[in-house]
T-cell receptor, first 113, second 115 residues
Framework: AQSVTQLGSHVSVSEGALVLLRCNYS??????LFWYVQYPNQGLQLLLK??????LVKGINGFEAEFKKSETSFHLTKPSAHMSDAAEYFC???????????FGQGTELSVKP | EPEVTQTPSHQVTQMGQEVILRCVPI?????FYWYRQILGQKVEFLVS????????KSEIFDDQFSVERPDGSNFTLKIRSTKLEDSAMYFC?????????????FGPGTRLTVL
């Protein structure tokens, strides 16, 4: 079965520190992977996506993610956290059939001054 | 920039009542989706809609649920007889082409509270 797991429902970092949000997937077909961010009272906004080609994907707001097939991972990183990065982050997977996204549980990122 | 809009932002209803959640997708998009998120749980797929018919639905999307595109702009989710467990945030999404590499654009959600 296809699934997405995000390790850590809540991550807290200091402003200026590295942000690392973990996502692992399980799939029997080549995955297409997405990271979405949700700010309070707003919809889900696409940060970045991996489809094919380069495994290091750069997104908006300085975020990037690396697709590692051997580790079935697609972790999200940002070198230096900003207060405005505080939000909930969702990893999502799109498999071989149909258009639906399969989401992980979400990780709430807090940024301390 | 075009965006998906949803109304109302918050709906409170009594158990057993019918509710209709409304969405206006991005105007040139062809694929539409409903997802929901029960508090503290994952975002879950409910249904996808293309060319005026359901293309896929989940186990959650039983006979109590229906979707419709009544005109050229709105996309609605109806719950005929709400249950307590239907309380959740409901997200609408739209997509231009439905391809695997395409991007789904989400609305801000409707929080449904069933009392």
């Amino acid at each position: 079965a296809q699934s997405v797991t995000q390790l850590g429902s809540h991550v807290s970092v200091s402003e200026g520190a590295l942000v690392l949000l973990r996502c692992n997937y399980s799939s029997s077909v080549p995955p297409y992977l997405f990271w979405y961010v949700q700010y309070p009272n707003q919809g889900l906004q696409l940060l970045l996506k991996y489809t094919t080609g380069a495994t290091l994907v750069k997104g908006i707001n300085g975020f990037e993610a690396e697709f590692k097939k051997s580790e079935t991972s697609f972790h999200l990183t940002k070198p230096s956290a900003h207060m405005s990065d505080a939000a909930e982050y969702f990893c999502a997977f799109r498999g071989g059939q149909g258009g639906k996204l399969i989401f992980g549980q979400g990780t709430e990122l807090s940024v301390k001054p | 920039e075009p965006e998906v809009t949803q109304t109302p932002s918050h709906q409170v209803t009594q158990m057993g009542q019918e509710v209709i959640l409304r969405c206006v997708p991005i105007s040139n998009h062809l694929y539409f989706y409903w997802y929901r998120q029960i508090l503290g749980q994952k975002v879950e797929f409910l249904v996808s809609f293309y060319n005026n018919e359901i293309s896929e639905k989940s186990e959650i999307f039983d006979d109590q649920f229906s979707v419709e595109r009544p005109d050229g702009s709105n996309f609605t989710l109806k719950i005929r007889s709400t249950k307590l467990e239907d309380s959740a945030m409901y997200f609408c999404a739209s997509e231009a082409s439905g391809g695997r590499t395409d991007t789904q654009y989400f609305g801000p959600g409707t929080r449904l509270t069933v009392l």
